[in-house]
């Protein structure tokens, strides 16, 4: 039984994984662009629709998320390990839904037309601003790095269950099945 | 241990990716901050072209674009418009000089919720042709210290490195310059692509083309001239009557420099008048909402792409890097003031 073996659920696993994919390789390219002339924009023509595809996903990640079962912590995980793994988890679900809305409210402050590919454009979601459009732009910048060092104190934990305690934390997320110890011994 | 290394493999690349190490490189920051220390900080205003006065009115497309781009520009019909005259130069408050190279900056609101930005300058090329050379230009023509003037001898040398600009700098200086804004061509420089219907690209550059008449501008400044006299002629000029120009699309030929802004493309390619700009209202910056528009080169609508052209993708980064410091900045009245404008 797949329930059984600890697993997230397997939509779950794959939104999990494209996400991660998806956030790292925006920061990568957030940093990257800013700091860039001549790349700028070709790195800013991708930034702005990954960045819809990412709040969309965060969209479909909530209501997945509101409607699945989680697999229960395992035991080698203490109270406070379990209280900060939840805590870093809304975190990370409020950072996905943020960074994407304050980009695009500040693209409307800054008077910019927030453009996707060819001919779609999405309209601006908060009035022109000269000084909302500053306190944003300065927020993104922000929350990119706090998404950063939260990613990888996610990342550090899981690598540490993993590696030192070996309690095969990682498998509950693993792309493909995997049939814990336990239920190995009751087939 | 390994987790370490890890972790802070990870972060160094992402700093890496920022630029955190290499911190030589000429970046946006750099560029914007060599501005600063040429021309003074001046809180609030564009880091370049920094006095201007913003202007508005339409522009009515004869249909011959068409065939050229799919841009809503170009059907028949008219589209607002507003801009901005400038001079270039990160000075506000400078005085008007005949030889101060002029600006025209537009915004095209198309009907589809589209928008074309561009700036346009009244020099037939531009002086240099990547980043790193404009940001050279730049550092070799700040004035020193001792003397308030750039130091001949940097010039000197920036130009024997860059035979380019000499060459783009002579066409610069003998091309006449017209009594005022209003009577100025004003050219995009840099190549860009237009894309009609078909799919079919066409290689471009384009040109504002005055109605006004061109009059030579008299090398000293006119008798009891103010410090804005080209200024105070364009809202004097806009007052009395619309002012307009003909935006001429000027084909590009296989084997036209896409990517060098220092060569001209030779004077026989077809031209093509697709419409009539007409600008009939100005405004102070202090009073406009065009003051907070960042007129970044690469805001084209669908129909109009960017090409090789270095110069662009540096242009839209340095001038985001502008727009960005200034909006969070106290705003200092323009040089152009409403009361000159009348508004």
Excluded at chain 1, 126 to 147: E, F, S
Excluded at chain 2, 113 to 131: C, H, K, L, Q, S
Excluded at chain 2, 132 to 153: C, H, I, M, N, V
Excluded at chain 2, 291 to 305: K, Q, S, T, Y
Aim: proline share 9%.
């Amino acid at each position: 039984m797949a329930k059984n073996t600890g697993q997230f659920a397997v939509l779950s696993r794959i939104l999990h994984w494209l996400m991660a994919a998806m956030l790292l390789t925006m920061l990568f390219i957030g940093v990257a662009m800013v700091a860039s002339l001549g790349n700028y924009h070709r790195l800013v023509a991708i930034h702005l629709p990954l960045g819809i595809m990412i709040l969309i996903l965060a969209a479909i990640r909530l209501v997945n998320r509101m409607f699945t079962t989680l697999p229960p912590f395992p035991p080698t995980m203490s109270r406070r390990e379990r209280f900060l793994a939840s805590a870093s988890e809304r975190l990370l679900y409020t950072l996905m839904f943020a960074l994407p809305l304050v980009g695009w409210g500040m693209l409307s402050a800054g008077h910019y037309p927030v453009v996707m590919f060819g001919p779609v454009h999405l309209p601006p979601i908060l009035p022109a601003d000269p000084m909302l459009y500053a306190v944003l732009r300065k927020t993104h910048t922000i929350l990119a790095y706090l998404l950063f060092v939260t990613f990888l104190f996610h990342l550090g934990t899981v690598l540490f269950h993993t590696l030192i305690i070996r309690d095969r934390l990682l498998n509950r997320m693993a792309l493909w099945p995997i049939r814990s110890t336990k239920a190995k011994k009751q087939n | 241990m390994v987790i370490g290394v890890v972790i802070l493999g990870i972060a160094g690349l992402l700093l890496y990716a920022g630029g955190w190490f290499t911190p030589h490189n000429l970046s946006p920051a750099t560029m914007i901050n060599t501005f600063e220390q040429v021309f003074g900080e001046h809180p609030g205003f564009r880091r370049n072209h920094a006095k201007g006065v913003c202007i508005s009115g339409y522009f009515e497309g004869n249909g011959r674009g068409v065939a050229l781009s799919k841009a809503g520009v170009f059907p028949p019909g008219r589209i607002p418009v507003i801009g901005r005259f400038a001079l270039a130069g990160g000075e506000p408050y400078q005085t008007d000089a005949a030889h101060t190279v002029r600006s025209m900056a537009l915004l095209f609101k198309l009907p589809d919720g589209d928008e074309w930005r561009t700036g346009i300058n009244n020099i037939p090329v531009f002086p240099v042709n990547t980043a790193q050379a404009f940001y050279d230009q730049l550092l070799a023509s700040t004035p020193d210290p001792a003397t308030g003037r750039p130091d001949p001898a940097k010039l000197k040398t920036f130009l024997a490195r860059h035979p380019e600009s000499a060459k783009a700098i002579q066409l610069i200086r003998n091309n006449p310059v017209s009594s005022g804004f209003e009577n100025s061509t004003f050219n995009s420089l840099n190549a860009f692509r237009c894309i009609n219907s078909q799919g079919v690209v066409a290689p471009v550059r384009w040109s504002m083309l005055p109605v006004q008449p061109f009059e030579a501008i008299s090398s000293s400044p006119p008798e009891k001239a103010g410090q804005n006299y080209l200024f105070d002629a364009l809202i004097a000029s806009i007052h009395s009557h619309p002012l307009q120009w003909h935006l001429i699309m000027v084909l590009g030929q296989p084997g036209d420099p896409m990517d060098d802004a220092t060569i001209p493309w030779p004077p026989e390619r077809p031209q093509v008048d697709v419409g009539t700009l007409t600008i009939d209202q100005v405004q102070s910056e202090d009073a406009s909402p065009v003051r907070d528009i960042n007129f970044d080169p690469l805001v084209l609508p669908n129909g109009i792409a960017g090409s090789d052209d270095p110069l662009l993708s540096a242009r839209s980064a340095a001038y985001a890097q502008s727009f960005t410091r200034r909006e969070g900045e106290r705003k200092e009245p323009s040089a152009v003031s409403t009361a000159e404008t009348g508004k």
